[in-house]
């Protein structure tokens, strides 16, 4: 079962459709050597510099994109602080 901070960032990729949140979520997370079920905040935030909001910019603006990070960054940095 994948934990909050995946399931975070999957709910504000809801935009794309959920099986498309959920199949780049979880791409990127693997790719950054995690699991859905394991994954850091610390390792999230590579996965949407590196994987996720690269692929974004086939969906929308690279400004649209870079907003949509900046708000998703601070949901868990968020999540960062509950720990």
Do not use: C
């Amino acid at each position: 079962m994948p934990n909050k901070v995946f399931d975070t960032v999957v709910k504000e990729l809801g935009f794309v459709g959920d099986i498309l949140s959920v199949g780049i979520t979880k791409k990127a997370v693997i790719n950054q050597g995690a699991t859905p079920e394991d994954v850091t905040v610390s390792v999230m935030k590579d996965a949407l510099s590196n994987h996720i909001v690269p692929s974004l910019y086939d969906f929308m603006s690279k400004r649209k994109a870079e907003e949509w990070r900046v708000k998703t960054m601070k949901k868990l940095n968020v999540l960062e602080v509950e720990k």
